[in-house]
């Protein structure tokens, strides 16, 4: 552990030194790729959740981009109700999960600002193991229902 901040020491050193002595506008970009962080998790985790609602009330599967797995069609589904079953509470908990990591990343980026290694970590692994769990379900599903 000591080796990996002893090593995001140095490279955060110098990044800061090679752009103090360019002139580069190194903080703005940063700025703007937390930003970006932040609109792309809660924009996915709100999607999600309209996704969640519009099947609840609809019991019947419409196009989507992240609903289905892979190639599978709502067309081809062998067992809608059975698809809605599965798919609505893993899709809630990740359109939960998404929007709580983008409040998480607005208060710590604008309201306490910390520089902590493991948080700027934490923010890029928990959206990616998000994903690739949401991921395992859906192939799990293609499976089931398809």
Known sequence: MKLFRFFLTEATEAVTEGAEATGSPL?????????????????????ALYNVIRLHREQMLFASKI????????????DPGGFIDYIVPRLTILSIAFI????VAILLLYVFPLNIAWM???????????LIWYVICQRKAAKLFW
Do not use: T
């Open 100 to 103: 709580l990591m983008g409040v």
């Open 120 to 130: 700027e970590l934490a923010s890029v692994i928990l959206p990616v193991g998000g």
């Open 67 to 78: 609903l289905y797995p892979g190639d599978c069609k709502p067309e081809d589904c062998a």
């Open 27 to 47: 903080g703005g970009m940063v700025d703007m790729m937390d930003l970006l962080l932040v609109v792309m998790l809660l924009g996915f985790g709100v999607v």
